[in-house]
């Protein structure tokens, strides 16, 4: 059974730092894309960032692009958002999600965490 | 950038009765193009991909179509269970952004 579990989220002023977690199990974790995307209270979904199967290719959104880094690690079937230089509207659920095939970075997300709250606020 | 418009806004509709939502792209996403639904609470669960084909374990009343710049997510007979929000997703940008439709919320009548 896939399971991705997200932990690391909690209360952090503006300008502080937070390390997102994202435990996988269930599946070859090395072989997938993996992504994180955020839900603002009340708001729709964005995607924030991405990272290849390997490690080697990241891709991040606009409004996170040098303040994030995502990063994985294969020995610990874990992956990780690095949140820097946060900001009132940074606050959301952030999901961690696994792209739908092998490889392909194009892809939709099959299988999603349960989310992990972050509050920014002074 | 892909812009993703859903309609309508909201959607009351009473159960075992068809239910009709759309998404239109601001250009051609050449059918990557995903649906999801989202219950309050919980995390997005995909049910359809590539504009038509079913994830797994997804009843057969959820159908999607279209192509290009239209798409339409239709559930034949809706069921109590199907209230949520429903979000389209394009990926079919490079760089990615795999940018999602605002949502449809859809309440049963």
């Known amino acids: 059974e896939v399971q991705l579990v997200e932990s690391g989220g909690g209360f952090v002023q503006p300008g502080g730092s937070l390390r997102l977690s994202c435990a996988a199990s269930?599946?070859?974790?090395?072989?997938?894309?993996m992504t994180w995307v955020r839900q603002a209270p009340g708001k729709g979904l964005e995607w924030v960032s991405a990272?290849?199967?390997?490690?080697?290719?990241?891709y991040y959104a606009d409004s996170v692009k040098g303040r994030f880094t995502i990063s994985r690690d294969p020995s610990k079937n874990t992956l990780y958002l690095q949140m820097d230089s946060l900001r009132d509207e940074d606050t959301a659920v952030y999901y961690c999600a696994r792209g739908r095939a092998l490889i392909a970075v194009l892809m939709p997300f099959d299988f999603w965490g349960q989310g992990a709250p972050v509050a920014v606020s002074s | 950038d892909i812009v993703l418009t859903q309609s309508p806004a909201t959607l009351s509709v009473s159960p075992g009765e068809r239910a009709t939502l759309s998404c239109r792209a601001s250009?051609?996403?050449?059918?990557?193009l995903a649906w999801y639904q989202q219950k309050p609470g919980q995390a997005p669960r995909l049910l359809i991909f590539a504009a038509s084909t079913r994830a797994t374990d997804i009843p057969a009343r959820f159908s999607g179509s279209g192509s290009e710049t239209e798409f339409t997510l239709t559930i034949s007979s809706l069921q109590s269970e199907d209230f949520g929000v429903y979000y389209c997703?394009?990926?079919?940008?490079?760089?990615?952004?795999?940018?999602f439709g605002q949502g449809t919320k859809l309440e049963i009548k």
């Open positions: 997703q394009e990926y079919s940008n490079w760089p990615p952004r795999y940018t």
């Open positions: 250009q051609s996403v050449s059918g990557k």
């Open positions: 990272i290849s199967s390997g490690g080697s290719n990241t």
């Open positions: 269930g599946f070859t974790f090395s072989s997938y894309v």
